[in-house]
C-alpha cells in the first residue's frame, strides 16, 4: 500500500517512517504540484493533505476530488473547528486524522478507506478456508497460518484491493517499494514464486494466476483443498528453510 503525504512540516518524515513500520508505503510531497503528478504517474492508494498547508483549502480537496476519482483523501490537522470539518467533507474529503494520532490508528484508518474504495471491505478477505486479514497482516488456512515474509504479504494483499484487475510488475514493484531503490522486474516474479510454493504446500494452485504479456491476477474462482490437506506437511520446515535462503538472496 502507497500514500503520499502533502506538506511541508518536519513531522511529515517521521510519520513516513511510522507508517513504515505498519506496513505501509509513504512518502512526502512539500506542494500540491508534485502531489498531483505522483497520483498520476503512480498507482497510488490514499493522499494525506496537511491542513496548515497554504495550497490547501476546500476548493483544493474539490479540484482533487474531480481529478483523481478513485484515490481516497485525508486531512491532517491539529485545530481544525467542526465548521472547517463540515466544509472539508462536502468538498469530499474522505477521512480528518490528527497529527497526534498513534501510526497503527493512523494506517487502520487508512486501510478501512482504500477497502472501501477498492471495493475489498470487510478488513478479512476470505475465499473457503483461505483467510487474509489486513488488519493483523496474516493469511490463515482453516486457522492455521500460512507465514509470509513483509514482501510476499505486500504483494497479496495488492491483489486482493484490486480484484479483477491485472496488475503488472511495475504496479507491484512501485506498490513494494514505493518508487524508490527499487530492483528490476524479475524480483517481482520471485516474490510470486515464492508465494505459490507456500500456497501450493497446503493444496492452493491456482490463486495467483500469470496474465501473459501483462502481468498477475488473483483468481477468484480458485479451488480450495480438501480438509485432508489443510494441515501442513511436515516436509513443509524444509521448505521454509529454503525461503529463508532465498530471502538472503532477495532482500525484503
Given at each position: 500500500?502507497?500514500?503520499?503525504?502533502?506538506?511541508?512540516?518536519?513531522?511529515?518524515?517521521?510519520?513516513?517512517?511510522?507508517?513504515?513500520?505498519?506496513?505501509?508505503?509513504?512518502?512526502?510531497?512539500?506542494?500540491?504540484?508534485?502531489?498531483?503528478?505522483?497520483?498520476?504517474?503512480?498507482?497510488?492508494?490514499?493522499?494525506?493533505?496537511?491542513?496548515?498547508?497554504?495550497?490547501?483549502?476546500?476548493?483544493?480537496?474539490?479540484?482533487?476530488?474531480?481529478?483523481?476519482?478513485?484515490?481516497?483523501?485525508?486531512?491532517?490537522?491539529?485545530?481544525?473547528?467542526?465548521?472547517?470539518?463540515?466544509?472539508?467533507?462536502?468538498?469530499?474529503?474522505?477521512?480528518?486524522?490528527?497529527?497526534?494520532?498513534?501510526?497503527?490508528?493512523?494506517?487502520?484508518?487508512?486501510?478501512?478507506?482504500?477497502?472501501?474504495?477498492?471495493?475489498?471491505?470487510?478488513?478479512?478477505?476470505?475465499?473457503?478456508?483461505?483467510?487474509?486479514?489486513?488488519?493483523?497482516?496474516?493469511?490463515?488456512?482453516?486457522?492455521?497460518?500460512?507465514?509470509?515474509?513483509?514482501?510476499?504479504?505486500?504483494?497479496?494483499?495488492?491483489?486482493?484491493?484490486?480484484?479483477?484487475?491485472?496488475?503488472?510488475?511495475?504496479?507491484?514493484?512501485?506498490?513494494?517499494?514505493g518508487g524508490r531503490d527499487a530492483p528490476n522486474e524479475r524480483t517481482i516474479d520471485v516474490f510470486v514464486c515464492?508465494?505459490?510454493?507456500?500456497?501450493?504446500?497446503?493444496?492452493?494452485?491456482?490463486?495467483?494466476?500469470?496474465?501473459?504479456?501483462?502481468?498477475?491476477?488473483?483468481?477468484?474462482?480458485?479451488?480450495?483443498?480438501?480438509?485432508?490437506?489443510?494441515?501442513?506437511?511436515?516436509?513443509?520446515?524444509?521448505?521454509?528453510?529454503?525461503?529463508?535462503?532465498?530471502?538472503?538472496?532477495?532482500?525484503v
Amino acid at each position: 500500500m502507497r500514500v503520499i503525504i502533502v506538506s511541508a512540516d518536519e513531522r511529515a518524515r517521521s510519520l513516513v517512517s511510522s507508517l513504515h513500520d505498519q506496513g505501509i508505503r509513504a512518502e512526502v510531497c512539500d506542494n500540491l504540484c508534485n502531489a498531483s503528478e505522483s497520483a498520476k504517474l503512480y498507482d497510488i492508494d490514499t493522499l494525506l493533505f496537511d491542513a496548515a498547508l497554504r495550497e490547501v483549502d476546500c476548493s483544493t480537496v474539490a479540484t482533487f476530488r474531480l481529478v483523481h476519482k478513485t484515490v481516497p483523501i485525508l486531512i491532517l490537522g491539529t485545530q481544525i473547528t467542526e465548521d472547517q470539518t463540515i466544509s472539508y467533507f462536502a468538498a469530499g474529503t474522505d477521512d480528518i486524522v490528527a497529527w497526534s494520532c498513534r501510526a497503527d490508528v493512523m494506517a487502520a484508518r487508512v486501510r478501512a478507506i482504500v477497502r472501501r474504495y477498492r471495493g475489498a471491505d470487510p478488513a478479512v478477505w476470505a475465499m473457503g478456508p483461505l483467510r487474509f486479514d489486513m488488519i493483523r497482516r496474516s493469511l490463515k488456512l482453516d486457522d492455521i497460518p500460512i507465514t509470509l515474509t513483509s514482501k510476499e504479504y505486500d504483494v497479496l494483499e495488492a491483489m486482493v484491493l484490486r480484484k479483477g484487475v491485472t496488475l503488472t510488475k511495475d504496479v507491484l514493484l512501485d506498490q513494494l517499494y514505493g518508487g524508490r531503490d527499487a530492483p528490476n522486474e524479475r524480483t517481482i516474479d520471485v516474490f510470486v514464486c515464492k508465494l505459490r510454493k507456500k500456497l501450493a504446500a497446503r493444496g492452493i494452485y491456482d490463486l495467483i494466476e500469470t496474465v501473459r504479456g501483462a502481468g498477475y491476477l488473483l483468481n477468484e474462482s480458485s479451488r480450495m483443498p480438501s480438509k485432508s490437506m489443510v494441515r501442513p506437511p511436515f516436509a513443509l520446515t524444509d521448505a521454509t528453510n529454503v525461503d529463508a535462503e532465498a530471502d538472503a538472496t532477495y532482500p525484503v
